[in-house]
Protein backbone atom coordinates (compact mmCIF):
# COMPACT_ATOMS: atom_id res chain seq x y z
CA UNK A 1 0.00 0.00 0.00
CA UNK A 2 1.73 2.98 -0.84
CA UNK A 3 2.17 5.53 1.72
CA UNK A 4 3.80 8.43 -0.35
CA UNK A 5 2.28 11.99 0.55
CA UNK A 6 0.90 11.78 -3.21
CA UNK A 7 -0.62 8.70 -2.40
CA UNK A 8 -2.27 9.83 0.70
CA UNK A 9 -3.58 13.07 -1.07
CA UNK A 10 -5.15 11.20 -3.57
CA UNK A 11 -6.77 8.67 -1.41
CA UNK A 12 -8.27 11.97 0.60
CA UNK A 13 -9.30 13.86 -2.23
CA UNK A 14 -11.88 11.26 -3.35
CA UNK A 15 -12.75 10.47 -0.04
CA UNK A 16 -13.49 13.99 0.26
CA UNK A 17 -15.69 13.48 -3.07
CA UNK A 18 -17.41 10.43 -1.51
CA UNK A 19 -18.20 11.54 1.42
CA UNK A 20 -19.52 15.29 0.51
CA UNK A 21 -21.21 13.61 -2.38
CA UNK A 22 -22.63 17.13 -3.63
CA UNK A 23 -22.75 17.94 -7.92
CA UNK A 24 -19.68 20.59 -6.95
CA UNK A 25 -17.23 18.92 -5.02
CA UNK A 26 -16.85 16.45 -7.89
CA UNK A 27 -15.36 19.43 -9.90
CA UNK A 28 -13.74 21.35 -7.18
CA UNK A 29 -10.12 21.31 -7.87
CA UNK A 30 -8.56 19.99 -3.93
CA UNK A 31 -4.90 20.28 -3.44
CA UNK A 32 -2.87 20.84 -0.29
CA UNK A 33 -3.68 24.54 0.31
CA UNK A 34 -7.45 23.27 0.44
CA UNK A 35 -8.91 24.22 4.02
CA UNK A 36 -11.70 21.95 5.30
CA UNK A 37 -13.45 24.71 7.14
CA UNK A 38 -13.29 28.07 4.66
CA UNK A 39 -13.13 26.34 1.01
CA UNK A 40 -14.97 22.91 1.66
CA UNK A 41 -17.16 24.39 4.54
CA UNK A 42 -17.05 20.78 5.52
CA UNK A 43 -19.68 19.39 8.23
CA UNK A 44 -17.89 17.97 11.88
CA UNK A 45 -19.65 14.39 11.10
CA UNK A 46 -18.38 14.83 7.22
CA UNK A 47 -15.22 14.90 8.56
CA UNK A 48 -15.11 12.18 11.48
CA UNK A 49 -16.42 10.09 8.24
CA UNK A 50 -13.64 10.76 6.07
CA UNK A 51 -10.75 10.09 8.85
CA UNK A 52 -12.87 6.86 10.09
CA UNK A 53 -12.53 6.23 6.32
CA UNK A 54 -8.89 6.87 5.92
CA UNK A 55 -8.30 4.55 9.55
CA UNK A 56 -10.48 1.94 7.99
CA UNK A 57 -8.17 2.12 4.32
CA UNK A 58 -4.76 1.79 6.61
CA UNK A 59 -5.88 -0.23 9.09
CA UNK A 60 -3.32 -0.66 11.24
CA UNK A 61 -0.39 0.80 9.88
CA UNK A 62 -2.50 4.48 11.16
CA UNK A 63 -1.80 4.72 14.36
CA UNK A 64 -5.30 7.14 15.55
CA UNK A 65 -4.58 7.74 18.34
CA UNK A 66 -1.46 9.59 17.14
CA UNK A 67 -3.10 11.75 14.70
CA UNK A 68 -6.49 12.74 16.18
CA UNK A 69 -6.00 12.16 19.69
CA UNK A 70 -7.05 15.11 21.59
CA UNK A 71 -7.51 17.65 19.04
CA UNK A 72 -10.83 18.97 19.41
CA UNK A 73 -12.97 18.54 15.84
CA UNK A 74 -12.91 22.61 15.27
CA UNK A 75 -9.10 22.29 15.46
CA UNK A 76 -9.25 19.24 12.71
CA UNK A 77 -12.07 21.03 10.46
CA UNK A 78 -9.07 24.12 10.79
CA UNK A 79 -6.72 22.14 9.13
CA UNK A 80 -5.91 22.32 5.42
CA UNK A 81 -5.71 19.21 3.29
CA UNK A 82 -1.92 19.47 3.20
CA UNK A 83 -1.93 19.41 7.09
CA UNK A 84 -3.98 16.28 6.99
CA UNK A 85 -1.85 14.93 4.64
CA UNK A 86 1.58 15.66 6.66
CA UNK A 87 -0.63 14.32 9.96
CA UNK A 88 -1.60 11.00 8.32
CA UNK A 89 2.05 10.55 6.97
CA UNK A 90 3.42 11.17 10.40
CA UNK A 91 1.12 8.31 11.62
CA UNK A 92 1.96 5.63 9.21
CA UNK A 93 4.18 3.29 10.69
CA UNK A 94 6.61 1.77 7.94
CA UNK A 95 5.90 -1.56 7.67
CA UNK A 96 8.58 -4.34 6.29
CA UNK A 97 7.63 -5.43 2.67
CA UNK B 1 -18.22 3.01 14.78
CA UNK B 2 -16.06 0.92 17.01
CA UNK B 3 -12.60 2.43 17.98
CA UNK B 4 -9.67 0.37 19.59
CA UNK B 5 -9.98 -2.31 21.75
CA UNK B 6 -10.34 -3.05 25.59
CA UNK B 7 -13.66 -2.97 27.68
CA UNK B 8 -16.05 -1.59 25.93
CA UNK B 9 -17.52 2.30 26.46
CA UNK B 10 -20.40 3.49 24.33
CA UNK B 11 -20.48 7.27 23.75
CA UNK B 12 -23.93 9.08 22.98
CA UNK B 13 -24.24 12.53 21.81
CA UNK B 14 -27.08 15.60 22.18
CA UNK B 15 -29.73 16.30 20.76
CA UNK B 16 -30.26 18.73 17.59
CA UNK B 17 -26.59 19.77 16.85
CA UNK B 18 -24.93 16.82 18.36
CA UNK B 19 -23.39 13.47 16.14
CA UNK B 20 -20.38 11.51 16.35
CA UNK B 21 -18.20 14.33 16.16
CA UNK B 22 -19.34 15.42 19.51
CA UNK B 23 -17.13 12.73 21.19
CA UNK B 24 -14.86 11.83 18.04
CA UNK B 25 -12.01 13.23 18.08
CA UNK B 26 -11.33 14.77 21.42
CA UNK B 27 -12.54 12.30 23.64
CA UNK B 28 -12.63 8.54 21.76
CA UNK B 29 -9.53 8.85 19.87
CA UNK B 30 -7.85 9.34 23.43
CA UNK B 31 -9.85 6.72 25.03
CA UNK B 32 -9.49 4.23 22.20
CA UNK B 33 -5.61 3.69 22.88
CA UNK B 34 -6.80 1.66 26.01
CA UNK B 35 -10.85 0.99 25.52
CA UNK B 36 -13.15 0.01 22.85
CA UNK B 37 -15.13 3.17 22.23
CA UNK B 38 -18.54 2.85 20.10
CA UNK B 39 -19.79 5.67 18.63
CA UNK B 40 -22.99 6.40 16.71
CA UNK B 41 -25.26 8.94 14.95
CA UNK B 42 -28.50 8.55 17.10
CA UNK B 43 -31.48 8.66 14.90
CA UNK B 44 -31.73 11.96 12.79
CA UNK B 45 -28.90 12.85 13.73
CA UNK B 46 -25.72 13.29 11.65
CA UNK B 47 -25.48 10.15 9.13
CA UNK B 48 -28.44 8.27 10.76
CA UNK B 49 -31.82 8.48 8.86
CA UNK B 50 -34.62 10.30 9.70
CA UNK B 51 -37.55 8.34 10.80
CA UNK B 52 -41.07 10.28 11.36
CA UNK B 53 -40.98 9.37 15.39
CA UNK B 54 -39.84 7.46 17.82
CA UNK B 55 -37.55 10.15 19.43
CA UNK B 56 -38.96 8.75 23.22
CA UNK B 57 -36.51 6.95 25.53
CA UNK B 58 -37.86 3.96 24.94
CA UNK B 59 -37.03 4.05 21.30
CA UNK B 60 -33.74 5.73 21.66
CA UNK B 61 -32.81 3.21 24.38
CA UNK B 62 -33.87 0.30 21.99
CA UNK B 63 -31.48 1.89 19.62
CA UNK B 64 -29.10 1.94 22.03
CA UNK B 65 -28.93 -1.90 22.58
CA UNK B 66 -29.52 -2.37 18.80
CA UNK B 67 -26.24 -0.83 18.40
CA UNK B 68 -24.34 -2.61 21.31
CA UNK B 69 -25.71 -6.25 19.51
CA UNK B 70 -24.49 -4.87 16.47
CA UNK B 71 -20.89 -5.20 18.26
CA UNK B 72 -21.91 -8.25 19.65
CA UNK B 73 -21.86 -6.52 23.46
CA UNK B 74 -25.43 -6.73 24.06
CA UNK B 75 -25.01 -9.65 26.44
CA UNK B 76 -22.00 -7.86 29.04
CA UNK B 77 -21.72 -4.54 31.11
CA UNK B 78 -20.49 -1.73 29.45
CA UNK B 79 -19.57 1.58 30.07
CA UNK B 80 -21.77 4.65 28.76
CA UNK B 81 -21.34 8.08 28.25
CA UNK B 82 -24.37 10.67 27.32
CA UNK B 83 -24.36 14.39 26.91
CA UNK B 84 -27.54 15.69 27.30
CA UNK B 85 -30.30 13.78 25.33
CA UNK B 86 -27.56 10.91 25.35
CA UNK B 87 -27.32 11.33 28.70
CA UNK B 88 -31.09 10.48 29.38
CA UNK B 89 -31.00 7.98 27.15
CA UNK B 90 -28.15 6.06 29.05
CA UNK B 91 -30.10 6.61 32.17
CA UNK B 92 -33.14 5.09 31.10
CA UNK B 93 -30.83 2.38 29.48
CA UNK B 94 -29.48 1.85 33.21
CA UNK B 95 -32.75 2.09 34.74
CA UNK B 96 -34.45 -0.49 32.53
CA UNK B 97 -31.06 -3.22 32.52
CA UNK B 98 -28.92 -2.15 35.10
CA UNK B 99 -26.56 -5.32 34.47
CA UNK B 100 -25.80 -4.16 31.48
CA UNK B 101 -24.39 -1.18 32.71
CA UNK B 102 -21.03 -1.16 34.08
CA UNK B 103 -20.38 2.66 34.99
CA UNK B 104 -22.73 5.64 33.93
CA UNK B 105 -21.47 9.15 32.99
CA UNK B 106 -24.12 11.76 32.33
CA UNK B 107 -23.11 14.86 31.38
CA UNK B 108 -25.40 17.72 31.87
CA UNK B 109 -28.46 15.43 31.53
CA UNK B 110 -31.49 17.44 31.43
CA UNK B 111 -34.13 15.85 33.39
CA UNK B 112 -36.89 15.98 33.06
CA UNK B 113 -36.62 16.96 29.51
CA UNK B 114 -40.27 18.58 29.12
CA UNK B 115 -38.72 20.96 31.54
CA UNK B 116 -35.53 21.64 30.65
CA UNK B 117 -35.57 20.82 26.40
CA UNK B 118 -39.24 21.40 25.92
CA UNK B 119 -38.76 25.08 26.03
CA UNK B 120 -36.05 25.53 23.58
CA UNK B 121 -38.15 23.43 20.80
CA UNK B 122 -41.60 25.05 21.47
CA UNK B 123 -39.29 28.13 21.22
CA UNK B 124 -38.70 27.39 17.99
CA UNK B 125 -42.26 27.69 16.94
CA UNK B 126 -41.93 27.84 12.97
CA UNK B 127 -39.54 27.08 10.57
CA UNK B 128 -38.80 30.97 10.25
CA UNK B 129 -38.01 31.32 14.24
CA UNK B 130 -36.01 28.24 13.87
CA UNK B 131 -34.19 29.42 11.49
CA UNK B 132 -33.67 32.91 13.20
CA UNK B 133 -32.37 31.03 15.77
CA UNK B 134 -29.74 28.73 14.16
CA UNK B 135 -28.36 32.52 12.37
CA UNK B 136 -28.25 33.91 16.38
CA UNK B 137 -27.17 31.36 18.25
CA UNK B 138 -26.19 27.91 16.78
CA UNK B 139 -23.76 28.94 13.79
CA UNK B 140 -22.64 31.97 15.47
CA UNK B 141 -21.63 29.58 18.36
CA UNK B 142 -20.32 27.10 16.15
CA UNK B 143 -19.06 29.67 13.18
CA UNK B 144 -20.79 27.85 10.72
CA UNK B 145 -21.48 29.67 7.74
CA UNK B 146 -22.43 28.68 4.41
CA UNK B 147 -23.20 25.07 2.78
CA UNK B 148 -22.73 24.33 6.67
CA UNK B 149 -25.59 26.46 8.04
CA UNK B 150 -27.65 25.21 5.24
CA UNK B 151 -27.25 21.71 6.14
CA UNK B 152 -27.84 22.53 9.84
CA UNK B 153 -31.27 24.90 8.96
CA UNK B 154 -32.38 21.68 6.40
CA UNK B 155 -31.39 19.07 9.24
CA UNK B 156 -32.87 20.77 12.12
CA UNK B 157 -36.49 22.27 10.50
CA UNK B 158 -36.69 18.61 9.41
CA UNK B 159 -36.27 17.28 12.47
CA UNK B 160 -38.38 19.67 14.55
CA UNK B 161 -41.52 20.09 11.68
CA UNK B 162 -41.04 16.73 10.26
CA UNK B 163 -41.33 14.32 13.09
CA UNK B 164 -42.35 13.12 16.77
CA UNK B 165 -39.43 15.10 18.20
CA UNK B 166 -41.07 17.94 19.87
CA UNK B 167 -43.98 16.01 20.62
CA UNK B 168 -41.67 13.01 22.39
CA UNK B 169 -40.02 15.70 24.43
CA UNK B 170 -43.47 17.56 25.72
CA UNK B 171 -43.87 14.19 27.19
CA UNK B 172 -40.35 13.03 28.56
CA UNK B 173 -40.77 13.04 32.53
CA UNK B 174 -38.27 12.86 35.20
CA UNK B 175 -37.09 9.06 35.76
CA UNK B 176 -39.24 7.36 39.01
CA UNK B 177 -37.75 8.77 42.01
CA UNK B 178 -37.81 4.60 43.55
CA UNK B 179 -35.85 3.70 40.27
CA UNK B 180 -33.60 6.05 41.09
CA UNK B 181 -32.67 5.61 44.61
CA UNK B 182 -32.40 1.88 43.61
CA UNK B 183 -29.76 2.56 40.70
CA UNK B 184 -26.70 0.67 42.10
CA UNK B 185 -24.23 1.37 39.07
CA UNK B 186 -21.61 3.83 40.07
CA UNK B 187 -22.27 6.83 38.38
CA UNK B 188 -20.60 9.97 37.65
CA UNK B 189 -22.69 13.39 36.87
CA UNK B 190 -20.99 15.98 35.09
CA UNK B 191 -22.64 19.54 34.69
CA UNK B 192 -21.94 23.11 33.61
CA UNK B 193 -21.46 25.26 37.00
CA UNK B 194 -23.84 27.90 34.41
CA UNK B 195 -25.66 25.05 32.97
CA UNK B 196 -29.80 25.58 33.36
CA UNK B 197 -29.69 22.06 34.34
CA UNK B 198 -27.49 22.12 37.06
CA UNK B 199 -30.37 21.96 39.20
CA UNK B 200 -31.03 18.35 37.41
CA UNK B 201 -27.65 17.38 38.56
CA UNK B 202 -28.15 18.14 42.11
CA UNK B 203 -31.33 16.22 42.31
CA UNK B 204 -29.87 12.86 40.27
CA UNK B 205 -26.89 13.50 43.11
CA UNK B 206 -29.71 13.49 45.71
CA UNK B 207 -31.21 10.29 44.48
CA UNK B 208 -28.94 8.07 42.73
CA UNK B 209 -27.18 5.78 46.03
CA UNK B 210 -24.07 5.56 43.38
CA UNK B 211 -23.28 8.73 42.27
CA UNK B 212 -21.06 11.81 42.26
CA UNK B 213 -21.70 15.00 41.02
CA UNK B 214 -18.76 17.58 40.19
CA UNK B 215 -19.25 20.96 38.57
CA UNK B 216 -17.19 22.28 35.91
CA UNK B 217 -16.71 25.80 35.17
CA UNK B 218 -19.00 26.04 32.34
CA UNK B 219 -22.60 25.71 30.88
CA UNK B 220 -24.15 23.45 29.28
CA UNK B 221 -22.22 21.98 26.25
CA UNK B 222 -19.58 20.72 28.22
CA UNK B 223 -18.01 18.88 25.15
CA UNK B 224 -17.37 21.72 23.51
CA UNK B 225 -16.81 24.02 25.66
CA UNK B 226 -14.38 22.38 29.17
CA UNK B 227 -12.72 19.23 27.14
CA UNK B 228 -9.81 18.93 28.66
CA UNK B 229 -11.78 19.03 31.85
CA UNK B 230 -14.31 16.44 30.90
CA UNK B 231 -11.73 14.34 29.44
CA UNK B 232 -9.69 14.53 32.87
CA UNK B 233 -12.93 13.42 34.82
CA UNK B 234 -13.75 10.78 32.23
CA UNK B 235 -10.72 9.34 32.69
CA UNK B 236 -10.22 9.61 36.22
CA UNK B 237 -13.95 7.67 36.52
CA UNK B 238 -13.57 5.25 33.96
CA UNK B 239 -10.06 4.18 35.15
CA UNK B 240 -8.27 5.17 32.19
CA UNK B 241 -5.05 6.30 32.71
CA UNK B 242 -4.14 9.91 30.39
CA UNK B 243 -1.81 8.97 27.15
CA UNK B 244 0.52 11.33 25.65
CA UNK B 245 -0.13 10.92 21.90
CA UNK B 246 3.66 10.53 20.73
CA UNK B 247 4.33 13.74 19.26
CA UNK B 248 4.52 14.33 15.33
CA UNK B 249 6.55 16.15 13.37
CA UNK B 250 4.87 20.37 12.72
CA UNK B 251 3.35 20.51 9.66
CA UNK B 252 5.25 22.74 7.66
Known sequence: MSTTPEAILALLTERIRSTVNEDWIQDFEIGLETRFNDDLELESIEFVKIADAIQAHYGNQLGIIAWLSGKSIHELIGLSVGDLVDYIHGALQPQAA | ?252
Open chain 2, 1 to 252: MSLGQGAPVLMLHGLANGNMATWFSGYASPLSAQRQVLLYDQRGHGGSTLPKRGFDLDSQADDLVAVLDHYGLGQRPVDVVGHSMGALVALHHALRTPSKVRRLVLVDAPMPAREFVAPSLLGAGSPEVLSDYIDSHLAAVAGLGGRRKERLRQRLTALFFETSLVQDVLRMDAEPEAALQALQVPTLLVYGRHSPCVAAGRQLARLLPNAQLVLLDCGHYIPEEAPAALRTQLERFLEVPQVVAPQLAEAA
